[in-house]
């Protein structure tokens, strides 16, 4: 349904598919979990019966410890104790992550100032470094992880929506994303941490609710490892900058539609027991005297700012505003330019890393101090560039260069011939595409920070500004209060980050990060003009980089459209909804199957009440298909048969049992097929998912409990459907379904014929027409569902639901779609997409578009309490009538709930 | 449902009754909302044309103002200006009060200076000065409007998880809450406007909604009310604090379950406004020289607070835990005491304010400052305390309090005999059980400042033990750095009010309150901890009060509680669902009704198949039964055997239409039917709503319209009925369906009778056997669900739903009830009461009592897909033997559906 492009073809809808799936669901998940336990605890007991016997005594201490340490864990309370494993191993990544950053940029530093002789030795150094550092990322997470490349907030975003994404949260993902990262940062190009660092504090949280789900316990719960990775969230930006409020926030505000207060206290547990340990480690290290914030500022207390300079707090939200969006803008063309061209595509995609490569030497040439990087401040790294931003002295005091006090590594911003307003607006230019730019490799990397730290450099700029024009501050009282431009960069900074993440609390960030909050008004002030105005022209970075990555994703609501709440669901919804009925046959089942790519059709009554009665999904449908015409079927057919020509062998002997002497082998039967079916170079990737069953003999010992694999049954009006389908994956799942494999073991296997065994003492003597005609035979039976997983309570609708409260209900459920019904009967069905087309259609056309004709008309009388009474008045008539259909064509029905 | 308590019966469900209603509402809600904007456009018009008729000129002046201001609303955007209203609105309120008070509270020290003469004139204006302000205060409220007594936060809780509140968001509680409010704060008692100012924000934000929507727009939709009544608690906080990343975060978490991200900005926005015009105000007013925070604090920035002194930190937190559980169980205790003891509630409820007078008087006494107050700084106020217990000077430094440089108000702490920890915890002590006793008062009070002040002075003293212990700082490096027993003090405010409150974002308050964030890390330690101590032991103060007061609530699941995993829908949920179905006739609607009080019931397509097709409203159900013996109906019955009898009159002519002869007057027949209902004291309560009906000329002019009123049926059958009904209000508000009528228009009218006016041209001359023998033949027909708002898509549930996802989806959509269904059928419902049950069972009996003996024997085999089997094949069967039966005894498919 949402699946519209290729890239989405990996994902699995498994939350996202339904809402009432997962609430039927739980108690098959249940059993299978029961199931997966028993056989788990009976491996378990078994290695331990082992080790007794192995090893004795010492086996019986480890048995005790094991016992004992279950026991504590069952006991204590597993939130408390995972929120602060949590803390504790994101506070050690991110201050291991750190470490090494400094160590990288220092040993830059160094190489640099000791080749100070030969300035193309000097530049040779500044360039290569990076280069190879970045190269080395690209390269280690493209081998080890692909999914680690970017920021993973918009991935985390999806993921919270409730769509899994594969391989999106392993151990190999979390290695990738670690080292790439600490090599990227460590380059000193303009690229941040904070988004990484919610990757890998949900990475973190996966993986350690798997770790503590050896202990047993409540960790394999499914809506409580969604509370635990919107904690990660939230540790992964508190650790990040020691913010646990602001941390904590801003998960909640990239990441939710709709957030649970009662999960508030997770993040903030979490986040504040990371932060702290975070600051301690650089207490211990003695990097500093005692816990204070990352980025300290020191601006007076009694007079932060006088009340006539908000216009220019103002000014720099509206500027950092349209600065967002730009910025947005100008990432999502740079990406979709190098997508476009197809030469350079297609170059690129050979060599992988050279495009790293290239926009590392571009970078690091411009920011080679001795060369441009002098007029822009090139040889300070992000950290240090942000420290002497926020400065509280003013370094242009009459708009002289001279008079300004350069201490330390203000100096930079310093050159003899030109003024300090020209390095931060060259400054503020250069890294603004830069970040741009530089966001684009595929290495781990966020842009939170290099926005930071231009959003600082512009109000800087506006700050110096403002101290030039009014040297003595612009109180009009006795005292002389200076005005101090390094407020102007906090708010700055606030600002831009603000804009290009839509956010808001980016000021909590800011005021944890500098340790003060006396500028709290001018920051709010210019963190909400500046999200007015990004929000009105630019989705947020992260949404622009779903809609990139084609995520699925359900675009807000736009501020005050309220056109909104006047379009229904009937303008929305698809009429011509896919079902089945109650009493269906199997070729019915087979044509419907063949007809559309729906992930999950509806199942109503009979397609004259069409009263909903669930949802099945497409996946268990092909089963029961594939069931129906399963080779076992048909070998229990032959037996019977040939158990009925042996009592009566003269009696039953036409043409057919003719042709079966011929007895085409197995092999044979399986190449004519094939080579029948049009579709079978898809074949290949339908035949992976036995090898996980060959891998374990506890399976192999119950065949028969296992649902039939498409191998087994191979009919030939199943060949078509199968090949077609696009979601060979559902299908796997379906029937790897008491068999829980983790994706790593889900690869291509040659092995796959071992497992079409000897099923019988009778041999496969069916000709191929006798195999059609069987199939025909079996097609006509009716469909037996008792087998089959049914969504009693899919989600229902009605025509007259507002575009609004569909939104809001999509977006609290997590929802795929949802069912349109009209007194219990199904009349249409809303997707993701019909969704998202009608608001994306009014946000952009304002209203216009959107519109569709039938809305105009809804006004005019009461025609829905009409409908709803004829369509009362049918189900009526049908009680009386008695009058029930055996198989009415379904396009008849289909015009009547139109 | 929820409504089991008769303090609840006032209040109307009308948002929880169903989650699918008002989508289905929606419709008819756009139909009358269409008739009432052209009704009242035809109004204005006429005005319009009244006024152009008598001033000319000035009147066409006027039109044109009004289409301006209706062109320049409907453009810019009514969102943002709605929020920099409410923002103006709020921040001018909330300064004025504050003015207000502080003008109330000098005046209370000036006649206490002037007296200083005589010891016992001063006692008597220092106590007479409260009592006198607090017993108005009390007075006023209760005679203009009792719902403005109390915080307001948990009914706000209440509000905005959909309930309606009658007339607690109007123009008089408006007043009530203001003038009642700014007089109880001016007596100096130990009351907070926290609590208050949500309220009266949120009154504000009704008001103006009501205001705007005079210029047309989308002021009347409901969810969009929402939305405003968040931002409007956010708004409360945020002006009152002047904090507004505080009081969003606080109002977020104080009043909601679920939180719309969407809506944050909103909040935000008006927050932000309306403490920057607060703080405007107070600059403006020469208060202060720029905007700053409220409690302004001075602690060092380089070395804020030390590593080790940490554990006093955590101390302070787990001792806030366990105040902030004492404060709320004492605050409930006293509650309860009073409610208990029979006497003293009669004498109270006697004289309503001597109970304000009493508890004024004791808690002034012992503040007098020359009495007791003198060992507990009885002669500051609330926010001198505050402001002396967060200075940054250390008050005992070695434990002896004559070293202390008392300047100004901290002169107050300074005893000549006793000890300043003596005073410190005298203050504590008695402030405690003070601001619980006070908070009891009935008039417009909170909780929050007095609980923030006594946490303050906690920490404090903390702090000062800290640093009369180690008084040259604990820090073993060369520098000293002394303890600063103010960040202690900080730490405690934001403990105790968390823990009382049970929110996080005190720390941020707190943060915002004293301009200073350097004490992140201690804070939000102690918060988190204090929290987790006060939530495992009481419910928040607002929880507590909203069950104090009886309001329909939601108990929040409790901190890792796992079985809440374990338990199932099918545990909770009550199996003898009542029910109507498609094809049941009058006498089935008449015995449903009469059997229970549910709100809604279910409507199933027959007996046997019990497929759930909808809801529908017991209201409207009633509505039907009574149109069916309706009065005109009858008349009609009668004209028609007049007609008949015309034709062939010596045809039809039996014992029943000899009695019929005797003419019973209508007036007769009224008395008479009246006699025989043994409910007859609770008619003239269903006699209110025709008032508005005889006001309005416009609805006069269509009463064929209109459905019919009680009045209208008398019907014999149906007396019991609607007497024994406890809903006379949604009956009312179903028979005014086409005529909204706002709460104050509907007061009891004599003139009822006017109504029931000639409707025709013949008589009403049956007899009373006559008409019963007329009614039971009506109530065998069948039911016409044609003019009846059926809800066609209920919240549908499973069995195997777990608790902690019903729980969710409950609060997500505020849902007071849903149905359970299997495959379509309908097999149990689940409402608030059994939800709150399943979850307080848990909650205090730790899992034992919840699980019922059902849930043990979930696990054993495959029971339920065998159920549902099952019931499939019930389903099947039916459609193959298409057998329908006509009337099948209920009792039956009850057993069928256990």
């Known amino acids: 349904m949402a699946g519209d492009g290729s890239d989405q073809r990996a994902l699995q809808y498994e939350q ?195 770790f503590m789900s050896l202990f047993g316990g409540i960790y394999e719960n499914e809506s409580r490892n969604i509370e635990m990775l919107a904690a990660a969230c939230a540790v992964g930006v508190g650790c990040c900058f020691a913010a646990p409020i602001g941390g904590v926030l801003f998960s909640i505000e990239v990441t939710s539609t709709f957030f649970a207060v009662r999960n508030y206290w997770r993040g903030f547990f979490a986040a504040t027991f990371s932060a702290f340990i975070f600051r301690v480690l650089a207490v211990w290290n003695r990097d500093e005297e005692t816990i204070t914030a990352l980025f300290k500022t020191r601006f007076r207390l009694d007079f932060p700012f006088d ?33 476009k061209q197809k030469t350079i595509n297609k170059f690129l995609m050979k060599k992988r890393l050279l495009y790293p490569a290239l926009v590392t030497l571009l970078i690091s040439t411009l920011t080679f101090p001795p060369g441009f990087g002098q007029f822009m401040a090139g040889k300070l790294t992000q950290g240090e560039s942000l420290v002497t931003l926020l400065d509280n002295r003013t370094w242009a005091k009459q708009g002289i260069a001279e008079e300004f006090d350069y201490i330390g590594n203000a100096q930079a911003w310093k050159h003899p011939q030109v003024n300090v307003f020209v390095t931060l607006v060259l400054f503020i230019i250069m890294k ?10 595929p290495v781990p990397c966020g842009a939170f920070m290099p926005v930071f730290v231009i959003g600082a450099a512009f109000g800087r700029l506006v700050g110096e500004c403002m101290a030039a024009w009014f040297p003595d501050g612009i109180h009009s009282d006795e005292s002389i209060y200076p005005i101090v431009p390094g407020g102007y960069a906090v708010v700055g900074a606030a600002a831009l980050s603000g804009a290009v993440t839509h956010t808001v609390s980016t000021a909590v960030i800011v005021f944890e990060l500098t340790g003060q909050i006396s500028h709290i008004l001018p920051v709010m002030i210019a963190v909400i003009l500046a999200n007015a105005v990004a929000q009105s022209l630019q989705p947020s970075l992260y949404d622009s980089i779903i809609r990139i990555k084609k995520l699925p994703y359900l675009p807000e609501l736009g501020w005050g459209h309220h056109e909104k709440y006047n379009i229904r669901v009937e303008d929305i919804m698809v009429r011509d909804v896919r079902y089945i009925t109650l009493n269906c046959c199997y070729r019915d089942l087979h044509s419907v199957l063949m007809l559309g790519h729906l992930k999950t059709l509806a199942l109503v009554e009979s397609a004259e009440s069409m009263i909903l009665l669930g949802s099945i999904e497409r996946a268990q449908l092909q089963s029961l298909l594939s069931q129906q015409l399963s080779r076992s079927r048909r070998m229990e057919y032959i037996r019977e048969r040939a158990a009925a020509e042996k009592k009566c062998p ?44 060959l891998k374990r003999p506890s399976v192999m010992e119950r065949p028969t409990k296992l649902p039939t694999s498409p191998q087994d049954h191979s009919g030939i009006a199943l060949k078509s459907l199968f090949c077609s389908s696009p979601d060979v994956e559902a299908l796997e799942k379906n029937n790897n379904m008491e068999t829980p494999v983790s994706p790593e ?49 899919p989600f229902q609708l009605v025509e007259r639901t507002s575009l609004h409260k569909t939104h809001t209900i999509f977006s609290l459920l997590g929802l795929d779609h949802a069912y349109v019904t009209s007194i219990g009967r199904l009349i249409g069905v809303v997707s993701l997409k019909e969704l998202r087309k009608a608001i994306e259609g009014s946000v952009t056309v304002k209203g216009v578009k959107v519109r569709p004709p039938l809305a105009s008309f809804r006004d005019s009388g009461t025609s829905s309490s009409e409908t709803e009474a004829t369509e009362l008045h049918k189900l009526w008539d049908r009680h009386r009538n008695v009058s029930l259909p055996g198989e009415q064509p379904t396009s008849e029905s289909d015009e009547k709930s139109q």
């Open 16 to 210: 996202t598919l339904m809402y009432g799936r997962y609430t039927q669901e739980l108690g098959v998940y249940a059993k299978e979990e029961a199931a997966r336990l028993r056989e788990s605890g009976q491996r378990r007991s078994r290695a331990l019966d082992l080790l007794e016997y192995d090893k004795g005594r010492c086996a019986k201490c480890r048995i005790c410890t094991v016992r004992c340490q279950k026991f504590l864990i069952s006991r204590v309370g597993e939130d408390w104790i995972f929120l602060i494993l949590l803390g504790l191993v994101m506070a050690l990544v991110s201050w291991v992550v750190d470490f090494c950053i400094a160590i990288c940029l220092q040993a830059q530093k160094w190489m640099y100032g000791g080749l100070d002789s030969n300035v193309f030795l000097q530049y040779l150094a500044w360039v290569t470094y990076p280069v190879v550092l970045i190269t080395f990322s690209a390269g280690f997470t493209q081998i080890l992880a692909p999914q680690a490349v970017g920021s993973g907030i918009p991935e985390m975003k999806t993921i919270l929506r409730g769509v899994v994404l594969k391989e999106y949260l392993t151990f190999k993902t979390f290695v990738a994303k670690v080292i790439g990262l600490t090599c990227a940062l460590g380059s000193g190009m303009p690229l941040g941490k904070e988004g990484p660092f919610v990757h890998i504090a949900s990475l973190c949280a996966a993986l350690l609710s798997k």
């Open 307 to 339: 009340l006539q300079e908000l216009p220019a707090f103002a000014v720099i939200g509206i500027a950092s505003g349209f600065g967002g969006a730009l910025f947005v803008y100008l990432n999502r063309l740079i990406v979709q330019f190098i997508r």
């Open 432 to 441: 603004f595409w830069m970040s741009a730019l530089a966001t684009t490799i």
């Open 650 to 693: 003269s009696d039953v002997s036409n043409s057919d049992s003719e042709d079966g002497r011929q007895r085409a082998s197995q092999e044979v039967r399986f190449q004519i097929s094939t080579e029948e079916s049009t579709f079978s170079p898809t074949r290949p990737a339908s035949q992976k998912p036995l090898k996980p069953a």
């Open 745 to 793: 073991q889900r690869k291509p296997s040659k092995r796959v014929r071992i497992s079409v065994v000897d099923d019988g003492d009778v041999e496969d003597d069916m000709t191929l027409r006798e195999i059609a005609e069987w199939e025909e035979r079996q097609l006509d039976e009716q469909v037996d569902f008792n087998n089959c997983k049914i969504d009693p309570a």
